[in-house]
């Protein structure tokens, strides 16, 4: 099993809808838990942190998490064409108390118009 | 990128050769991490430090990697003897304090293509 693992993709959605992007992982001491973007031949960018069970949203971003059933997900709202790119599940290490990484091996977003 | 420098940007050598890639933090940066990222592949965690000190290397392949941050200049991952695959991007990624890992910045990346 991978620790962190992302539903397969790629995905695609019309431009304005809604894009759900989905994430498990395995270390159930993990505490912080990130969503990247990268676009392609670029360096990923942070987008969403999250840290508590539950919903929090920052534009057209939510994240959500549940720790009990080790699920992570992103909701992108109105899509936009430059939405388009690759979307990175991280989880910090647990028991570690820097930022080393885990990362799912992404999922490819296609946002059309 | 928030500042975060790496150079080279692309670099080619070929089978045997010796590849050293470079992280200059954002400035009052301390802590550096180097991940991997193999085609169609996630990052992958290679090494994380401080300066001069390397406090976790559980992802650095046994033989051939190495990283060092000197208290003065760049962090430094340094591949003898390069083989196909390590062919990667190389990305670093900087912090300012303990309190902050949260907060990576990322630098653009170094392509490494090996002949």
């Known amino acids: 099993q991978k620790e962190v693992e992302q539903n397969s993709g790629p995905l695609s959605v019309p431009e304005g809808a809604i894009a759900s992007l989905n994430c498990t992982y395995s270390d159930r001491g993990s505490q912080s838990f990130f969503w990247y973007r990268q676009y392609s031949g670029k360096s990923p960018e942070l987008i969403m942190s999250?840290?508590?069970?539950g919903d929090k949203e920052d534009g057209r971003f939510t994240a959500q998490l549940n720790k009990a059933s080790q699920y992570v997900s992103l909701l992108i709202r109105d899509s936009q064409p430059s939405d388009s790119a690759t979307y990175l599940c991280?989880?910090?290490?647990?028991?570690?108390?820097?930022?080393?990484?885990?990362f799912g091996q992404g999922t490819i977003l296609t946002v059309h118009p | 990128n928030a500042g975060v420098m790496q150079n080279p940007r692309h670099l080619v050598r070929r089978r045997g050769q010796e590849a050293r890639l470079r992280c200059s933090p954002m400035?009052?940066?301390?802590?550096v991490y180097w991940y991997r990222q193999l085609p169609e592949e996630g990052l992958k965690f290679m090494v994380y430090l401080q300066k001069e000190n390397i406090i976790d290397e559980s992802g650095m392949p046994k033989e051939r990697f190495s990283a060092e941050f000197p208290k003065e200049g760049p962090s430094i991952l340094r591949i003898q003897q390069v083989v196909r695959g390590d062919s990667a991007a190389y990305f670093c990624a900087t912090h300012r304090g303990p309190k902050s890992a949260d907060t990576q910045y990322f630098g653009p990346g170094t392509r490494l293509t090996v002949l």
């Open positions: 991280a989880v910090n290490a647990g028991g570690t108390s820097y930022g080393k990484l885990t």
């Open positions: 400035k009052g940066h301390s802590h």
């Open positions: 999250i840290y508590s069970n």
